[in-house]
């Protein structure tokens, strides 16, 4: 048995067919034409889908979707990032049902990636984990017993836009003063690098040179969404946190300070909750996305 599944992100639309076990056939990638608005992001979308379809003889038996934004309980885009030009207020779910003729699932793609982790990933076997995603933005899911806690509104998990421990007068990418993702994403780090060098290096390049200060806007960052996680687990009190995403990617220089973060914040037994690496990469909201429309 297998599921139509699609993940929307900000620069490529992917497609494929997934199984329970994770595997992808027929998998397509397109660009997403960002700047083109709702409806050209739509027909891209269609085409991806139409074309895994036809890539492989498998029928499948539901849609699955991850896309960037918050999804509202009905599926459709409640808000998306400026990136993705006119997305909010697409009526997702309803428009690919119309166009597939399948039953269509829509998650936000942090939730459909936590997904993905928790079911196939770092935290199988886990009745619980909560999954950051730590890249351009960072991104939470809460997941239980195999399901996503989506919230009232599809914004449960947004764990980067949580208060950070430093108050520091930076601006967060939704406008709010000192969220913690204007501290730990990869843009933070690279600007609070270039602040104190003056000089404008990606975050690899600022990983790799090694230097005190490169170490220091590293080890700063990772304390402060460490403390932000280790606050927030004793909220959820899940059995596992997982971290992925491209800054995560940098590996103990980042990873070693969040886990102390972390630990410094543990109420009670949730110090010894597991802290660990995601395993599903670039493709773990397209294979969320399918498990979603398997369930
Ligand atoms: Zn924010």
């Given amino acids: 048995m297998q599921a139509l599944a699609i993940d929307i992100g900000g620069t490529k639309i992917l497609a494929g067919l997934v199984a329970a076990d994770g595997t992808i056939d027929g998998l397509v990638e397109v660009p997403t034409p960002a700047r083109e608005g709702s409806g050209a992001i739509l027909d891209a979308v269609l085409a991806a889908a139409r074309a895994a379809r036809a890539a492989t003889s498998a029928r499948p038996v539901a849609c699955g979707v991850g896309t960037a934004g918050v999804v509202a309980p009905d599926g459709s885009i409640a808000s998306a990032t400026d990136l993705l030009r006119g997305w909010a207020g697409t009526p997702l779910r309803a428009a690919l049902a119309a166009e597939l003729g ?12 936590g997904l993905c982790e928790a ?10 984990a909560l999954v950051v995603a730590v890249g351009t933005g960072i991104g939470g899911a809460i997941v239980r017993n195999g399901m996503v806690e989506q919230g009232a509104h599809g914004i449960a998990g947004a764990i980067g836009h949580l208060p950070a421990p430093l108050r520091q007068g930076r601006i967060c990418s939704c406008g709010v003063l000192d969220h913690v993702e204007a501290y730990a994403s990869g843009p933070a780090l690279e600007a609070e690098y270039r602040r104190r060098t003056g000089r404008p290096r990606g975050l690899r390049a600022i990983a790799a040179a090694g230097e005190a200060e490169a170490r220091a806007v590293i080890a700063e960052g990772a304390a402060a969404l460490g403390a932000v996680i280790g606050g927030a687990n004793n909220l959820v009190d899940t059995s596992v946190i997982v971290i992925g995403g491209g800054v995560a990617g940098i590996g103990e220089a980042f990873l070693a300070p969040l886990r102390a973060g972390i630990a410094a914040e543990a109420l009670g037994a949730t110090r010894a909750v597991p802290v660990v690496p995601a395993r599903f990469g670039a493709r773990a909201c397209l294979v969320g996305a399918g498990l979603l429309a398997l369930a």
């Fill in 102 to 113: 399948l039953e269509v699932r829509v998650l936000n793609d942090v939730h459909a990636t």
């Fill in 119 to 128: 079911l196939l990933g770092a935290a199988r076997g886990h009745g619980s």
